[in-house]
Nanobody, 123 residues
Framework: VQLQASGGGLVQAGGSLRLSCAAS???????MGWFRQAPGKERAFVAA????????SYADAVKGRFTISRDNAKNTVYLQMNSLKPEDTAVYYC??????????????????WGQGTQVTVSS
């Protein structure tokens, strides 16, 4: 599967952005995740959604502010980001895999990755 992330940009603190990740292939077979990597830091889990869109998980840092969703008809997963903070600044990556265990927080469980989209939150 090929993944194409988009929707990043520059936003002021408190603002919102919606990231999209368009996928090729049989999208409905894949669990999807969003990860982010800030300069000088390791890639970190943000959110995940199972093949059934009723099962989602979030990092504590984004709970209550970010929402992950998927539209299997459009082969797309979304990350709605509200109340953005400067510490949310990072490159955001979407990821996919057929077999993801637990709550999908482990990056090496994902085989397919998008190219990343930059999110910058100014204070």
């Amino acid at each position: 599967v090929q993944l194409q992330a988009s929707g990043g940009g520059l936003v002021q603190a408190g603002g919102s952005l919606r990231l999209s990740c368009a996928a090729s292939g049989t999208f409905s077979r894949y669990a999807m995740g969003w990860f982010r990597q800030a300069p000088g830091k390791e890639r970190a889990f943000v959110a995940a959604i199972r093949r059934s869109d009723t099962i989602v998980s979030y990092a504590d840092a984004v709970k209550g502010r970010f929402t992950i969703s998927r539209d299997n008809a459009k082969n797309t997963v979304y990350l709605q980001m509200n109340s953005l903070k400067p510490e949310d600044t990072a490159v955001y990556y979407c990821a996919a895999d057929v077999n993801v265990g637990g709550d999908g927080k482990i990056s090496h469980e994902y085989e397919y990755w998008g190219q990343g989209t930059q999110v910058t939150v100014s204070s």
